[in-house]
């Protein structure tokens, strides 16, 4: 992990129901496994616009075709109601560090993006998956530009310590 990655946050899921009376919630994973969630903890919560919740000593397990957790402190269904929407972060810090060539989308974002002839695209903003590939989206200020993440076809080379990406794209895309 780079100090660029320190103190980030990873959305790893989402609150997506209630179960029961006593303040259990229902919960989407985007970890895998997705049991793993339950390994990462503090969970923090965004409750109000610029306001994180931290949850420590959640448990939970699988429910059915889903995941069930309960909270510290929520133990009953109106105020376990409050809290369906809000998604599920956690430092980037407690995830295990990725294997080689792979990489935490968190971790590309802010990258500076240049072309293999030395032309600067502008910087990452985010990824987003589109069942082929994950993409790149590049602004520069002007424009937005969206380059497939393919390792050794597009993106040549990714330094995270450097904060640079060098890919094999056209400007004019």
Known sequence: MTEATAGRRVLV??????YGVQGWLKIESWTEPRTRIFDYQPWLLATAPGTETEMA?????????????????????????????????VARELLPPPGKDEYYWVDLEGLEIVTTEGVALGR??????????????????????LIPFVQGVYVRSVDLSGGRMVVDWDPEF
């Open 57 to 89: 000593g959640v448990k939970g397990r699988p429910q059915g075709k889903g995941l069930i957790c309960q909270l510290p402190c929520v133990d009953d269904r109106d105020t376990a109601a409050a809290l369906v929407g809000l998604d599920i972060h």
């Open 124 to 145: 990452v903003t985010h990824l987003f998956a589109t069942g082929a590939n994950d993409v790149v989206v590049v602004r520069d200020g002007e424009r937005e530009r």
């Open 13 to 18: 899921g989402r609150i997506v129901g209630l």
